[in-house]
Nanobody
């Protein structure tokens, strides 16, 4: 049974940083893409970033490019989202997800989803 468990959310002031973690288990994630999504109240879920499990190729949405960094630790089965220069508009529930594939920019087809972790950025 695949499990994705996100953690690391919290309350931070604008301009601050947070690092989210996603613990992945239940299968091999070779030839998989791991992604981070977010959903703010009243808004649709938004793709944030993706990374290929094997080679670590990354892709970012324009809204976070240059501020967020996605990475993975294959040995520990962890995926990270380092968030810097946070803005109030980054406030959302952040979730990690996984899908088969090798293109980190593809935003659909995610099969496995974890629960979210709340990130709140105060102004």
């Amino acid at each position: 049974q695949v499990q994705l468990v996100a953690s690391g959310g919290g309350l931070v002031q604008a301009g601050g940083s947070l690092r989210l973690s996603c613990a992945a288990s239940g299968r091999s994630f070779s030839l998989y893409v791991m992604g981070w999504f977010r959903q703010a109240p009243g808004k649709e879920r938004e793709f944030v970033a993706g990374i290929t499990w094997d080679l670590g190729r990354t892709y970012y949405s324009d809204s976070v490019k240059g501020r967020f960094t996605i990475s993975r630790d294959n040995a520990k089965n962890l995926v990270y989202l380092q968030m810097r220069s946070l803005k109030p508009e980054d406030t959302a529930v952040y979730s990690c997800a996984a899908r088969p594939g090798t293109d980190p920019s593809r935003r659909v087809g995610y099969e496995y989803w974890g629960q979210g972790t709340q990130v709140t950025v105060s102004s």
